[in-house]
């Protein structure tokens, strides 16, 4: 077992203002260096460093190579009704993703639902960012991306689908529920965590070399045979994902992105719904709380431990890594801080 | 192990002409007893005897009781630019479903896009129906249906989320690409199926009297704890789709919808895109067709069977099955020919 490596916490605006700094110094203007390093640093506030501090040295290796634009902004392709084709222009993913989301949303405004399809764009980190950003101003939301191709079909053994995370969210008092959730079981990112904490996985997570399923997550790494979650359902819905995601975006799909070391130039598919104006009774609020309510009331397995909404824990993580400061490694601090 | 029953192969429109009977003996008009056996035929011409054939009944029963009512239609709640609310006034799940895919895809028509959202209709037996129905028109299609409570969330002992099936389609070669699936990871029929059978299931799903996971069919349904498709994702989504079915249409959400036993009032999502306006190079045709291509290419870990996508298979079952006749049990063909 690999000895946890020494955990410190950085205040918010700490964070953000070094990550701000490397931004500039990469060519991001100051307004996308804000807004990006805003995102950044809320990924970590919510406790998903490997979509924050630890991936954002690749973001900036990947600008430095120009896979990563800084000063690209996205350029609508068509338009027809409430579904707009956006070019990313090979930005940065995150910027993307945000601008594509508030857009969705102005079209649901005037027309109910509204889809924003955006080709060429990148990585867009954490997918969850841009359902809270959807939820919290009044909005359901769904969205997903494509990837490189990281995970097998189902029976198969080579990876050609994506892990094509999916995203769904809704207003709930002032907040949101979310559920973020890439089509492997465990995201690589995780795999590698629990490799590096010496850990094992709750339940089996892909295959070995022998093609025999296993908790190992180090020899999952070896293979790339992630496990689809659900088996042949989240393979499935990974392979929908992207060919609606190529369709309506016009974009590249799965098998002609690049490889995973320097994936770029992804599809992404933003749907705003405008429920505002319905008619429901009782209200949207009080129905999203009896169902909640009704959940709560559940009978859980493990005495100690209650069942929770998709997103009900990130609120306890935000408030306290905001009252207390963000928990990172500090050899991904001290990295930053050299940047 | 139960021994078998015998099976015996039914022509389509020997079967179709059955179901319309009954049909018309509770009610239907003749339109919709027509379109209601079509619907309930082709499921079973599909190899979805689960939700044909073996279900019907059962719809009969409810029509009887009450449930479903069978000269009901659709009735238009509210509409604010590409979304609609309708209230389905409790009709026939299928003939429900159908319209509303078709009113989505006249709004797309329109609008780019189009969401139905339909509220106090009826189970629509197979969702997969409604995605080929849509893809066949050329329109790529997702779709969602609420149900009873019917299984745990995750980490919890008691059924208060449903199993909610999602639908996505996307036409193909004048057929369409479709992946149905329940949020558990096995549905209640083929649990049913295989236990009578005398079969194990190929891998876990769900739990046992001892809160232990199992591949024994009949253990499962002694509980109702069926183990969500990829564990918290599957238990996640389900609370989301119910959540926003329930908003979306004003109408009932999982917690509110009656025992399984006699399951009713029932709240959907239908949404099509128009993609016949897009601006896309290659074509949409080209492009799904070489995602295609690249999957069927995968290593398959058994050499024996090849990488399919999510509708293949149907195609070769409807085919054989229209041409040498339907699969049925004798015992449920001699239950419709008696009702």
Redesign the interface.
Known sequence: MEIPEKSIRIGYDKMKSEFFRILISVGFSEPNAERCAEIFTMNCADGVNSHGINRFPRFIMNTRQGFVKPEAVPSL???????E?WDGNLGAGPLNAAFATDRAMEIAD????G?VALRNTNHWMRGGTYGWQAAKKGF?FICWTNTCQNM???????P??GNNP?I???PYKGEA?V?D?AMS?YSYGKLESMKSDGNKLP?PGGFNRQ?QMTDDPGEILETWRVLP???W??A??S??????A???S?GL????IHACSSEHSVSQVF?A???S?????PS?ES??H??IE??H??????SS?N?R??GENVLRIRKKNLEEGIPVSSAAWEKIRNM
Do not use: C
Not at 77 to 83: A, D, Q, R, T
Not at 152 to 158: E, H
Not at 297 to 302: A, G, L
């Open positions: 392709i068509h338009e027809f009704g409430s579904l084709q005037e027309n109910g639902t889809l359901a097998p079909a189902w029976g198969a053994a080579d050609r689908i999916f769904m969210a809704v529920i559920i959730f079981q339940y093609g979650a659900g088996y359902k989240g499935g819905l392979l929908l994902l992207d060919i609606m190529t369709i309506l016009g799909s799965t098998h002609q749907i719904f405008n429920i104006k319905l008619h429901n009774f949207i129905s999203i009896q169902i009704d959940l009331k559940s009978i859980p397995v493990d431990s069942i909404y998709p």
